[in-house]
């Protein structure tokens, strides 16, 4: 718990990528959402309420949460302090807008600091009837800074009834600078399919964009259009693509929170000028600034992970998934039978059979809710996979060429001393649950934890180790075989 706590405290100053990452880790922490929850009424209130509305934009935590919001409406609209109740509202407004709405409109009218309005109008936006509670509010005279964020939020709010804007054919660059969360994953694929590329930084890569259909392991595909200092030349890139007419947002998440509205407020103001409307709920495409003053869009490719429609808690990023395939697959066989010890919500076991065609897939987990979603993601993958509920320490079955599997790691439950013990009676199983030639690729931040196990098992050896870099953490794959 107070590992928690301390993880808790830092939350709220970061930004980007970092932020993303941190959430992902605290979320490998079983029930943490219902954890912090706790500290949402609080010491640590604001930094509780701020984890909850960015975790319960995420489907699992959110239906966690939600009994819990409706609950204490009471007391999440009387909080006393105006910065932690203005993310009361944002908490209600993505959890339960229609059970509270009423609740929520009676709020607007009365709630006293002007820079919480926005958020209550933005909650009744999330309604399935904007209009219904917004259509009659007047935007009161007063400070302008508080006038012009109060006639956005109503503006972005009464939009969310506006239909879906019509999609056209675009006409994109010849070239689109990929990120990946893994580069040397990314290079490698990009070589084994003879597609050339350029590196761009430390991070980006350069490549045709008619290839993005064919690779993997790739995290977002962005477009040069202009920079801060020239929303005209951004403009004349748009409508060289085809997008004249099309709404956007801004996603501004690379910069630290006091900047971000500075940013997304200029952007908005500067493209308004030649025609482009931001709007964060309908929207054909993304506008992102980078460090440095460029401006990248970002449209919808085709979708690679489209089997991915259920997750659960510490599911691994598919482009992770992707990656880590990718850098094992020189040690993979062709029809290889393959076990997934931990399989989640099966997105390691779908890349695998993306990557080398296996003689079978099998999936095992001890929770009902993996596998649930795993059945979900394997009927939309069209793969065949079998998934087993139960505990693989106690698993008995035909021998694997391949053991995959994005470990447990983090504090579940008990912490890390409930991971001495699930990786030391793990790494025992190893010699029934492989073939004499058989090879475990195994993920994992508990890096010191599995290192020790393997090194001191008179059987296997670690024949690879390769880092990950997740924000400030660093998980590892290990590649494993008999001695």
């Known amino acids: 718990m107070n590992n928690i706590i301390e993880q808790l405290k830092k939350y709220p100053a970061l930004a980007g990528i970092k932020k993303k990452e941190a959430l992902e880790e605290l979320l490998t922490i079983i029930n943490v959402e219902i954890t912090i929850y706790d500290e949402a009424f609080g010491e640590n209130q604001r930094a509780a309420l701020r984890f909850l509305v960015d975790v319960c934009k995420k489907k699992l935590p959110r239906e966690s949460i939600t009994p819990f919001v409706i609950r204490d409406i009471d007391k999440l609209l009387s909080i006393e302090d105006d ?7 944002m908490l209600i407004g993505i959890c339960a807008p229609n059970e509270c709405a009423r609740k929520l409109s009676a709020a607007l009218l009365t709630e006293k600091t002007r820079f919480t309005r926005p958020s209550i109008i933005l909650a009744l936006g999330n309604t399935d009837s904007p209009k219904k509670y917004l259509s009659a509010y007047v935007v009161e005279p007063g400070e302008p800074k508080h006038v012009e964020q109060e006639t956005t939020a109503l503006k972005k709010a009464l939009s969310k009834s506006e239909p879906a804007p019509q999609t056209k054919r675009l006409s994109l660059p010849d070239t689109a600078m990929v990120t990946s969360m893994k580069r040397s994953a990314l290079i490698s694929e990009l070589k084994e399919k003879g597609i050339r590329f350029h590196k761009r930084g430390d991070t980006g890569l350069d490549v045709s964009t008619a290839a993005l259909g064919r690779i993997r392991c790739y995290d977002e595909a962005l477009f040069f259009v202009g920079t801060l200092d020239n929303f005209k030349l951004a403009a004349e890139n748009l409508n060289s693509f085809g997008c004249t007419g099309l709404p956007y947002r801004i996603e501004a998440g690379d910069f630290r929170p006091e900047e971000r509205r500075a ?5 908005s ?3 308004s000028k030649f025609g482009y409307t931001d709007n964060p709920s309908s929207y054909a495409f993304e506008l992102r600034p980078l460090f440095g003053g460029n401006i990248y869009a970002i449209f919808k490719q085709k979708q690679r992970f489209d089997y991915r429609v259920q997750s659960i808690s510490a599911s691994i990023n598919p482009v992770t998934a992707a990656c880590v395939m990718q850098i094992c697959k020189p040690y993979m066989k062709e029809n290889a039978d393959v076990l997934d010890p931990f399989c989640g919500s099966a997105t390691m076991l779908i890349e695998r059979g993306l990557i080398k065609t296996p003689n079978s897939l099998v999936g095992v987990d001890i929770s009902a809710v993996a596998i649930k979603a795993a059945v979900a993601n394997r009927k939309a993958s069209k793969q065949n ?3 087993i509920k139960s505990d693989v320490l106690f698993y008995s079955a035909s021998k694997f060429d391949e053991i995959i599997s994005n470990m447990p790691f983090g504090n579940r439950v008990s912490g890390h001393e ?3 013990r699930l990786y030391n009676l793990f790494v025992e199983r190893l010699d029934t649950l492989l073939k004499p030639d058989g090879i475990a690729f195994l993920y994992t931040q508990e890096k010191k934890l599995l290192r020790s196990e393997i ?10 180790e390769e880092v990950f870099e997740s924000g400030g953490l660093f998980p590892t794959l290990f590649i494993i075989k008999r001695k």
């Open 83 to 89: 910065k932690a109740r203005k993310l009361g509202y």
């Open 263 to 267: 940013i997304i407020q200029k952007i």
């Open 269 to 271: 103001l500067g493209m």
């Open 385 to 387: 996979i079998s998934l």
């Open 418 to 420: 409930s991971n001495i």
């Open 455 to 464: 090194n001191q098992n008179d059987i296997f050896t670690i024949v690879k």
